[in-house]
């Protein structure tokens, strides 16, 4: 009985660790670039495309972070960058 006891323990700590893998794989990458497909919607009145939309969304978890970056604040705290995001569904955190 030992033997099967031990290859159950090592097959749950097998799933703990690739799922924990999982969620490190699905980390954010913090990239303003990926930003870009939004500049026609921030810089006019145009309504910001799907492609935009998703990205807003991707990188919700890094706007805090441009905004208290100087080189990037003039361009993500604008009020149409914040009109953008919220069309998105997606509001600006107060940070």
């Known amino acids: 009985m030992r033997p099967s006891l031990m290859n159950m323990a090592i097959w749950a700590l097998l799933v703990l660790v690739l799922a924990n893998n999982v969620e490190v794989a699905k980390a954010v990458s913090c990239s303003p670039a990926q930003l870009s497909p939004c500049a026609s ?19 919700k978890p890094c706007l805090c972070q441009y905004m208290k970056n100087p080189y990037l604040k003039k361009f993500v705290n604008t009020p149409n960058a914040w009109k953008v995001a919220t069309t998105c569904g997606t509001p600006f955190p107060k940070c």
Request: hydrophobic content about 20%.
């Open 41 to 59: 919607a921030i810089t006019s009145s145009r309504p910001p495309t799907q492609v935009c939309c998703t990205k807003i969304k991707e990188q």
